[in-house]
């Protein structure tokens, strides 16, 4: 579902549209799913993001890009951006733990493409197609539900969110059972197709605004 986020034509990476945040509270969800409970195998999280704005003046800077609904909770994970740098960090039951980042990923005005994947244990970060950073840690990722634009837990008991900054996010691909990407590669050059015959499932949002949740 959309909370407060809007389709807009004023800036995309492919298609004319993306989703635009004004990080007043803009929220894309989906519903809780076993399709998205990624557990303790390979999977793929990918999406173009364009911040306008690196500001650092609220909840010391961090915005969730990605993250699982009830972060926090042992299984829980979010993908945060702070200043120009890029954070994954996965929940332990009271707290979080950091799993790897990069410090340098972002400029104001300017599409990355972000790509987390796991392979057989192996978590791998990159950064317009280049590994930014890797680690070793095989979590049972089993969030309930995943949300773009905002952390959950924080949206929830504390009221900040760490809402996603004004900017805009494109071409969002979640895959489970397999690891797209394990060394350097060369960065998508058109939109994903809504429907692609390899194994897994996948959430897709497309060019045309729509939604795909693939099996």
Same mark, same amino acid.
Do not use: C, H
């Given at each position: 579902s959309?909370?407060?986020?809007?389709?807009?034509?004023?800036?995309?990476?492919?298609?004319?549209?993306?989703?635009?945040?004004d990080?007043? $509270?803009?929220?894309?969800?989906?519903?809780?799913?076993?399709?998205? /409970?990624?557990?303790?195998?390979?999977?793929?999280?990918?999406?173009?993001?364009?911040?306008?704005?690196?500001? /650092?003046?609220?909840?010391?800077?961090?915005?969730?890009l @990605? *993250?699982t609904?009830?972060y926090? !909770?042992?299984?829980?994970?979010?993908?945060?951006?702070?200043?120009?740098?890029? =954070?994954?960090?996965?929940?332990?039951?009271?707290?979080?733990?950091?799993?790897?980042?990069d410090t340098?990923v972002?400029?104001?005005?300017?599409?990355?493409n972000? !790509?987390?994947?796991?392979?057989? $244990? /192996?978590?791998?970060?990159?950064?317009? $197609?280049?590994?930014a950073?890797?680690?070793?840690?095989?979590?049972?990722?089993?969030?309930d539900g @995943?949300?773009?634009?905002a952390?959950?837990?924080?949206? *929830?008991n504390?009221?900040? $969110?760490? =809402?996603?900054a004004?900017? =805009?996010?494109?071409? @969002?691909?979640?895959?489970?059972?397999?690891?797209?990407?394990?060394?350097?590669?060369?960065?998508?050059?058109?939109?994903?197709?809504?429907?692609?015959s390899?194994?897994?499932?996948?959430?897709?949002?497309? *060019?045309?605004?729509?939604?795909?949740?693939?099996?």
């Amino acid at each position: 579902s959309f909370l407060g986020v809007n389709i807009s034509t004023a800036e995309s990476k492919f298609g004319g549209s993306s989703a635009y945040f004004d990080g007043s $509270g803009d929220v894309l969800k989906t519903s809780s799913s076993s399709n998205l /409970t990624l557990g303790t195998g390979d999977f793929t999280i990918e999406f173009w993001w364009r911040p306008d704005d690196l500001s /650092t003046s609220t909840d010391s800077g961090w915005r969730s890009l @990605i *993250a699982t609904n009830n972060y926090f !909770v042992s299984g829980s994970f979010a993908v945060y951006q702070q200043g120009a740098g890029l =954070y994954v960090y996965r929940g332990t039951g009271s707290t979080s733990s950091l799993i790897m980042s990069d410090t340098s990923v972002f400029s104001a005005g300017t599409w990355a493409n972000i !790509v987390w994947t796991r392979s057989s $244990g /192996t978590n791998y970060l990159f950064a317009d $197609g280049v590994v930014a950073a890797t680690a070793s840690d095989g979590f049972d990722a089993t969030g309930d539900g @995943i949300w773009m634009g905002a952390n959950y837990y924080n949206n *929830a008991n504390s009221g900040n $969110g760490r =809402y996603f900054a004004k900017g =805009y996010m494109d071409n @969002i691909r979640i895959t489970k059972g397999v690891a797209r990407y394990t060394s350097n590669f060369s960065v998508p050059t058109a939109a994903f197709p809504a429907f692609e015959s390899k194994e897994g499932k996948r959430l897709v949002v497309n *060019a045309n605004e729509s939604i795909e949740l693939e099996s």
